[in-house]
């Protein structure tokens, strides 16, 4: 099989992961498994979800050793019921069950950040659900994935790819608009956090691209976004945002809403592998 891009782009992180949990080798498998035994397997949703990291479970199991088939019965981004079959494995015993472990972890924990983004997403109505930076070290690159997989979409992906000027920033500066001199000449979009209304009056006349309006209540996010739609400027809401205050914040009319918790607070899928 060809390797994918995603596993191309995560063979050391796949590598490191086989290294942490292998190490010098799978003692309990291979005392018991043949070497030469073959086996077939399949990977079983056991709750409704959605699916991503396929293609990296897929790596897992390829850096173990090539011999090892996994067709995959679904597309990441799919949404799966509880008992469907999302792939099937084929090929040496003792590397599938070697791989196993690594290879779930990924999948289970993408796949929930995949699904918590769906669940999301269906509640935002007009409002484009955004990712964060709180991402586990090294995972950014896979947890952005899965949020894509579940239909939201990726906020900056690190300090070197957007202007965002947070409160620490505007402090240190002495003001925002001193701030804002010198990112101006980046010429790239400007986003500025502001917390009150006269904080957002301040970032209008600072003529920023976007504002973001971190955790106000939905009646003063409802006034925020009224002033910044007549300076026709972008909105962002975030802070404390749950599944059960987001439609609330949707209805206010902001144009992006970015969740903190689709990464670090989702609940890995439950997902299992079989030997048949």
Same mark, same amino acid.
């Given at each position: 099989?060809?390797?994918?891009?995603?596993q191309?782009k995560?063979?050391?992180?796949?590598?490191?992961?086989?290294i942490?949990?292998?190490?010098s080798g #799978?003692?309990t498998?291979?005392? =018991? =498994?043949?070497? #030469?035994?073959?086996?077939?397997?399949?990977?079983?949703?056991k709750?409704?979800?959605?699916?991503?990291?396929l293609?990296?479970?897929?790596?897992v199991?390829?850096?173990?050793?090539?011999k090892i088939?996994?067709?995959?019965?679904?597309?990441?981004g799919?949404?799966?019921?509880k008992?469907?079959?999302i792939a099937t494995?084929?090929?040496?015993?003792r590397?599938?069950?070697?791989g196993?472990?690594?290879?779930?972890?990924?999948?289970?924990?993408?796949s929930? =950040?995949?699904?918590?983004?769906?669940k999301?997403?269906?509640k935002a109505g !007009?409002?484009t659900v955004?990712?964060? !930076?709180?991402? =586990?070290?090294?995972?950014?690159?896979?947890?952005?994935?899965?949020?894509?997989?579940g239909?939201?979409?990726?906020?900056?992906?690190?300090l070197?790819?957007?202007?965002?000027?947070k #409160?620490?920033?505007?402090?240190?500066a002495?003001?925002?608009?001193k701030a804002?001199?010198?990112?101006?000449?980046?010429?790239?979009?400007?986003e500025?956090?502001a917390?009150?209304?006269?904080?957002v !009056?301040?970032?209008?006349?600072?003529?920023?691209?976007?504002?973001?309006?971190?955790?106000?209540?939905?009646?003063?996010?409802?006034?925020?976004?009224k002033?910044c739609?007549a300076a026709?400027?972008k909105?962002?809401?975030?802070?404390?945002v749950s599944?059960?205050?987001?439609?609330a914040?949707?209805k206010t009319g902001v144009?992006?809403?970015?969740?903190?918790a689709?990464?670090?607070?989702?609940?890995?899928?439950?997902?299992?592998?079989?030997?048949?």
């Amino acid at each position: 099989m060809q390797k994918s891009k995603l596993q191309v782009k995560t063979q050391n992180l796949i590598k490191q992961a086989l290294i942490e949990d292998v190490g010098s080798g #799978d003692i309990t498998t291979n005392a =018991i =498994i043949p070497a #030469d035994q073959k086996a077939d397997a399949i990977i079983l949703a056991k709750e409704d979800g959605v699916i991503a990291g396929l293609d990296v479970a897929c790596g897992v199991f390829w850096q173990i050793d090539k011999k090892i088939k996994l067709v995959s019965k679904v597309k990441d981004g799919a949404k799966v019921k509880k008992g469907q079959i999302i792939a099937t494995l084929s090929g040496p015993a003792r590397g599938i069950l070697t791989g196993e472990r690594v290879a779930l972890n990924f999948l289970q924990h993408l796949s929930g =950040i995949a699904t918590l983004t769906e669940k999301f997403v269906s509640k935002a109505g !007009r409002a484009t659900v955004l990712d964060t !930076r709180k991402t =586990i070290p090294g995972m950014r690159f896979l947890e952005k994935h899965a949020v894509k997989m579940g239909g939201g979409k990726n906020h900056r992906f690190g300090l070197y790819d957007a202007v965002l000027i947070k #409160d620490n920033h505007i402090k240190l500066a002495g003001g925002l608009l001193k701030a804002l001199e010198c990112p101006r000449r980046l010429k790239r979009a400007l986003e500025v956090e502001a917390k009150t209304i006269a904080e957002v !009056r301040e970032a209008i006349k600072g003529k920023v691209d976007r504002i973001l309006l971190d955790n106000m209540n939905v009646k003063t996010l409802r006034d925020a976004v009224k002033l910044c739609k007549a300076a026709k400027i972008k909105t962002e809401a975030s802070g404390g945002v749950s599944l059960e205050n987001v439609s609330a914040i949707a209805k206010t009319g902001v144009d992006y809403i970015s969740i903190g918790a689709l990464t670090h607070s989702a609940k890995a899928l439950d997902i299992s592998l079989k030997i048949i």
